[in-house]
T-cell receptor, first 112, second 116 residues
């Protein structure tokens, strides 16, 4: 499985945009890039995913580099509720196992 | 009501005891998963099941067993609990649509297990 690299922690001020980077230099052509987040004392929740094109939904935007070796999760206006651990995950592209391989993620702190 | 429920939410047991963690879902999903989370290690996959008759080992299955009693129920057992199985355990489901690479997984609230 292709691996991802994320910074251990980031800080942001409330109501400012946040850009969470992820490197995945060994990504294969069929790997989807998924982002999940885990709020304190809760299970992980899905945020967004994409393959090649940038994606937007009500929670966030995903910007994917042209060579697909990196991506950035964008929270347009951080709120205190966005403080969580954010995981960048590549889905198993070699078959249909559906496995999610979690790394250590980025702990986002949001300051009021 | 939550779509994915786990019972118990907290459990304290002693070394050598057999315990079972249960997961139920009302999402109608075919696929179910068990993960454990340890501080600083992220989540790791223990077992996964694509339907009632299809059960597969994940990356850390030693010391665990599972049972898929029905589409909606997936139980995780520790046959003889040991202290290094102290962790937070999560159950998850996914719909099993064609193209698993695109699937979203939905997680339960977790079971916190302490083995003394």
């Amino acid at each position: 499985d292709a691996k991802t690299t994320q910074p251990n922690s980031m800080e942001s001020n409330e109501e400012e945009p946040v850009h969470l980077p992820c490197n995945h230099s060994t990504i294969s052509g069929t790997d989807y890039i998924h982002w999940y987040r885990q709020l304190p004392s809760q299970g992980p929740e899905y945020v967004i995913h994409g393959l090649t094109s940038n994606v937007n939904n009500r929670m966030a935007s995903l910007a994917i580099a042209e060579d697909r070796k990196s991506s950035t999760l964008i929270l347009h206006r951080a709120t205190l509720r966005d403080a969580a651990v954010y995981y960048c995950i590549l889905r198993d592209g070699s078959g249909n196992t559906g496995k999610l391989i979690f790394g250590q993620g980025t702990t986002l702190q949001v300051k009021p | 009501d939550a779509d994915v429920t786990q019972t118990p939410r907290n459990r304290i047991t002693k070394t050598g005891k057999r315990i079972m963690l249960e997961c139920s879902q009302t999402k109608g999903h075919d696929r179910m998963y068990w993960y454990r989370q340890d501080p600083g290690l992220g989540l790791r996959l223990i077992y996964y099941s694509f339907d009632v008759k299809d059960i597969n080992k994940g990356e850390i299955s030693d010391g665990y067993s599972v049972s898929r009693q029905a589409q909606a129920k997936f139980s995780l057992s520790l046959e003889s609990a040991i202290p290094n199985q102290t962790a937070l355990y999560f159950c998850a489901t996914s719909p099993g649509l064609a193209g698993a690479r695109r699937e979203t997984q939905y997680f339960g609230p977790g079971t916190r297990l302490l083995v003394l």
